[in-house]
């Protein structure tokens, strides 16, 4: 829905530049658009709100392309969190299964939340007690979980928070842009509708010039 918006507003964009263009550069139009008040001056200025759309369109764009790149990454970050942690949390389930203590203070008591904020709590409080107590690590060294592991898996904590930060700031930025956008896109509107209606007026029995404009008179 959102590709197929995008390239109706490209194609509204063309067929503005293409009338604008033509009201300036051909000679005919611009004399009969001028004779109705439609200065030189008057269609530069629609130029110019024309390139602050377009400016204003190509920037939304980006900013969206931005975020469904961070978007990726974030997601991309989290899954690889995901397969770190669960091997590492079926080892611990099995190292201390007779240990309540230990597994509530690493946080593998409980199945591990669906939720992304509660998911992720759990998951750095098994990396970061497990970080600080010697002798988890070494119990927990019995199954292959190394001191390194252990701070790989931080790295991967602190690389997802990096990576949700950057996602929600290019969501953000992207609304804005968004905002922008359709504030342009209506005020650009606006003056096309006027143009349009006095292209009609001044060109009513020239339907050829009118087409240069993108514009047919019914017969």
């Known amino acids: 829905m959102a590709s197929k918006l995008k390239n109706t507003e490209a194609a509204l964009l063309e067929n503005y530049r293409v009338a604008l263009e033509n009201a300036e550069s051909q000679p ?21 709100i024309y390139e602050e759309t377009r400016l204003a369109y190509d920037t939304n764009k980006t900013e969206d392309d931005e975020t469904s790149v961070a978007s990726a990454t974030f997601k991309e970050k989290r899954k690889e969190l995901e397969d ?9 389930r099995v190292i201390f299964r007779n240990d309540e203590v230990t597994q509530e203070k690493l946080a593998i008591d409980h ?32 199954l292959a979980i190394s001191v390194d592991e252990i701070s790989q898996g931080n790295t991967l904590v ?4 990096t990576a949700r930060a950057n996602y929600l700031r290019e969501v953000g930025e992207s609304q ?17 509708q006027d143009f349009y209606a006095v292209a009609k007026i001044a060109l009513e029995d020239k339907p050829q010039l009118l087409e240069a404009l993108g514009l047919t008179i019914r017969s």
């Open 28 to 48: 005919e139009i611009a004399q009969e658009l001028n004779e109705i008040g439609y200065s030189p001056e008057v269609i530069s200025e629609g130029k110019a």
């Open 84 to 92: 770190f942690f669960i091997v590492h949390r079926k080892k611990a």
């Open 111 to 142: 199945y591990p939340s669906g939720a992304y904020v509660k998911w992720l709590e759990q998951v750095k409080k098994f990396y970061t007690v497990a970080a600080s107590d010697t002798e988890i690590q070494n119990k927990l060294a019995r």
């Open 158 to 161: 602190s690389e997802i928070e």
């Open 176 to 192: 804005d842009a968004t905002k922008a956008k359709d504030q342009a896109f209506m005020k650009l509107a606006n003056w096309m």
